[in-house]
Protein backbone atom coordinates (compact mmCIF):
# COMPACT_ATOMS: atom_id res chain seq x y z
CA UNK A 1 0.00 0.00 0.00
CA UNK A 2 1.57 3.33 -0.62
CA UNK A 3 1.73 5.61 1.94
CA UNK A 4 -0.45 8.64 3.00
CA UNK A 5 1.14 11.61 4.39
CA UNK A 6 -0.25 14.33 7.27
CA UNK A 7 1.77 17.57 6.52
CA UNK A 8 2.59 19.73 9.33
CA UNK A 9 1.69 23.37 9.49
CA UNK A 10 5.44 24.40 10.22
CA UNK A 11 5.72 23.21 6.48
CA UNK A 12 4.02 24.93 3.38
CA UNK A 13 0.78 23.45 2.09
CA UNK A 14 2.64 23.59 -1.24
CA UNK A 15 4.21 20.37 -0.30
CA UNK A 16 0.87 18.31 0.50
CA UNK A 17 -0.56 19.63 -3.26
CA UNK A 18 3.03 18.98 -4.80
CA UNK A 19 3.13 15.31 -3.81
CA UNK A 20 -0.44 14.70 -4.52
CA UNK A 21 -0.50 16.89 -8.16
CA UNK A 22 3.21 16.03 -9.20
CA UNK A 23 3.67 12.47 -7.41
CA UNK A 24 0.67 10.88 -6.86
CA UNK A 25 0.96 10.57 -3.35
CA UNK A 26 -2.14 10.76 -0.58
CA UNK A 27 -0.85 13.99 1.30
CA UNK A 28 -2.98 16.81 3.67
CA UNK A 29 -1.77 19.58 5.13
CA UNK A 30 -2.87 20.06 8.85
CA UNK A 31 -4.79 23.21 7.20
CA UNK A 32 -6.89 21.70 4.72
CA UNK A 33 -7.94 19.49 7.82
CA UNK A 34 -8.83 22.82 10.05
CA UNK A 35 -5.85 21.59 12.42
CA UNK A 36 -3.55 24.40 11.71
CA UNK A 37 -2.47 25.52 15.77
CA UNK A 38 -3.46 22.06 17.16
CA UNK A 39 -1.28 20.39 19.75
CA UNK A 40 1.34 17.64 18.37
CA UNK A 41 -0.82 15.49 20.58
CA UNK A 42 -3.79 15.96 18.23
CA UNK A 43 -2.22 15.89 15.18
CA UNK A 44 -0.81 12.97 15.90
CA UNK A 45 -4.33 11.41 17.38
CA UNK A 46 -5.75 12.52 13.93
CA UNK A 47 -2.06 10.69 11.72
CA UNK A 48 -3.09 7.47 13.73
CA UNK A 49 -7.20 8.11 12.85
CA UNK A 50 -6.39 8.48 9.18
CA UNK A 51 -3.16 6.03 8.79
CA UNK A 52 -0.93 8.69 7.76
CA UNK A 53 2.73 9.69 7.96
CA UNK A 54 3.69 13.09 10.26
CA UNK A 55 5.85 15.42 7.84
CA UNK A 56 7.48 17.76 9.59
CA UNK A 57 10.07 19.79 10.36
CA UNK A 58 9.91 20.17 14.46
CA UNK A 59 12.92 16.91 15.01
CA UNK A 60 12.99 17.51 18.51
CA UNK A 61 9.19 17.23 19.82
CA UNK A 62 8.62 14.76 17.03
CA UNK A 63 11.06 11.82 18.03
CA UNK A 64 9.89 12.44 21.66
CA UNK A 65 6.27 11.79 20.52
CA UNK A 66 7.09 9.35 18.68
CA UNK A 67 9.36 7.69 21.31
CA UNK A 68 6.11 7.86 23.79
CA UNK A 69 3.78 6.24 20.84
CA UNK A 70 5.70 3.40 19.52
CA UNK A 71 2.31 2.61 17.48
CA UNK A 72 2.12 5.95 15.45
CA UNK A 73 1.72 5.27 12.10
CA UNK A 74 5.30 6.87 11.00
CA UNK A 75 7.63 9.99 11.74
CA UNK A 76 9.02 11.88 8.84
CA UNK A 77 11.03 14.70 9.76
CA UNK A 78 12.64 17.35 7.21
CA UNK A 79 16.13 18.51 8.55
CA UNK A 80 17.27 21.78 7.61
CA UNK A 81 14.10 22.49 5.09
CA UNK A 82 14.25 26.10 5.08
CA UNK A 83 12.94 27.89 1.63
CA UNK A 84 9.46 26.12 -0.45
CA UNK A 85 11.44 24.69 -3.14
CA UNK A 86 13.92 22.97 -0.97
CA UNK A 87 10.84 21.62 0.75
CA UNK A 88 9.48 19.95 -2.03
CA UNK A 89 12.53 18.80 -3.12
CA UNK A 90 13.66 16.71 0.31
CA UNK A 91 9.62 16.00 0.59
CA UNK A 92 9.62 14.07 -2.67
CA UNK A 93 13.04 12.43 -1.80
CA UNK A 94 11.47 11.62 1.97
CA UNK A 95 8.45 10.20 0.17
CA UNK A 96 10.10 8.33 -2.48
CA UNK A 97 12.13 6.91 0.47
CA UNK A 98 9.46 6.03 3.18
CA UNK A 99 7.24 4.41 -0.39
CA UNK A 100 10.51 2.42 -1.44
CA UNK A 101 11.37 1.39 2.41
CA UNK A 102 7.57 -0.94 2.09
CA UNK A 103 6.14 0.09 5.91
CA UNK A 104 6.56 2.92 8.16
CA UNK A 105 4.58 2.09 11.13
CA UNK A 106 6.19 2.84 14.25
CA UNK A 107 9.63 4.48 12.30
CA UNK A 108 11.32 7.71 11.76
CA UNK A 109 12.91 8.45 8.39
CA UNK A 110 14.63 11.71 8.69
CA UNK A 111 16.06 13.59 5.40
CA UNK A 112 19.11 16.19 5.26
CA UNK A 113 19.92 19.17 3.41
CA UNK A 114 21.51 17.06 0.87
CA UNK A 115 18.95 14.81 0.33
CA UNK A 116 20.28 11.63 2.34
CA UNK A 117 17.56 9.70 4.47
CA UNK A 118 18.07 7.68 7.60
CA UNK A 119 15.81 5.80 9.71
CA UNK A 120 17.61 5.63 13.05
CA UNK A 121 15.94 4.10 15.87
CA UNK A 122 13.46 5.98 18.29
CA UNK A 123 14.32 6.47 21.70
CA UNK A 124 11.96 5.94 24.46
CA UNK A 125 11.26 8.45 26.10
Not at 1 to 22: G, V, W
Not at 38 to 53: E, F, H, K, P, V
Not at 98 to 125: M, N, Y
Amino acid sequence: MAPRFLIDENLSPLLARHLRTAHGFDAVHVQELGLRGASDADILARAIADDRIIVTSNAEDSRRLGARTPAHPGLAIMLDAVGRAQQLTLGVGLANAIHSAGTAHGRLFEIDRQGSVVSPTLKKA
